[in-house]
Each structure stands twice: as C-alpha cells, then as structure tokens.
C-alpha cells in the first residue's frame, strides 16, 4: 500500500502535442495537459458534462515515447504522482502550479 500514498490515475486525451526538450546535459522531458470528462445529471434531471485539465510531465525514455507517438487528441491511461511547485513572477508574486509526473502510460484507441 505504499505506493497508493501519491498515486493518480486517469483515462483522457491530450489536448495539445507534447512539448519535448533535453535539458542539464541530455536529460529528456516531455510537457503535455491532458482533458478527463465527467457526467453526470443536475438537479432537474438533465445531462452535464464536466472537463478537467491536467498538467502531465514526463522523463526520460518515457518522455521520448510520449514525444514519438503521442499528438494532439490521442487517448491516453496514466498513473502518476502530484507535484506541487512555485515560482517567483518577474513583478515578485509567488505563482503556484500543480504537476502530474507520470510514471506509466497505455496509448489507448486506433493506431
């Protein structure tokens, strides 16, 4: 049950190609956000539809398979943990973002 301590899983499509790079001498990552829909019914009874979006990161070999085969609208199941992180903007506000660093992935739907 450890690894169930920060764990995330979800099942969805990219809603951009992914943005490759090496950085610090030949380390590879690999940036995408990822859509996942809900729905459900309101109160009166009538369909709603729900989008989350996620902010996917992935390294290494995994990055590079991201980068070959992954595309815009490509359906995806990955497992992953959160990452919480900061920056500080050029006038000085601390800005906050959360992350998914993936660590597994199924391409799933047509070739």
């Known amino acids: 049950m450890k690894s169930l301590r920060n764990s995330v899983n979800l099942v969805g499509r990219l809603g951009a190609d992914p943005e490759f790079k ?3 001498g030949g ?5 995408f956000s990822v859509a ?9 009874g009538e369909k709603q539809e729900q989008t ?3 902010n996917i990161i992935a390294w290494g070999k995994l990055a590079e398979t991201v980068s070959k085969y992954l595309k815009k609208g490509s359906e995806v199941m990955l497992e992953g943990r ?13 800005k906050y973002f959360t992350e998914i660093s993936m660590n597994e992935m199924l391409m799933l739907g047509t070739k």
């Not at 380390?27 to 940036?31: D, G, I, L």
């Not at 996942?36 to 009166?44: F, L, Q, V």
């Not at 959160?82 to 601390?94: A, P, Q, R, T």
């Open 52 to 54: 989350q979006w996620h």
């Open 82 to 94: 959160l990452v919480y992180n900061n920056f500080e903007s050029e006038n000085g506000e601390k």
């Open 22 to 24: 090496t950085i610090n």
């Open 36 to 44: 996942t829909n809900e729905s459900y019914k309101d109160g009166n």
């Open 27 to 31: 380390t590879s990552v690999a940036k």
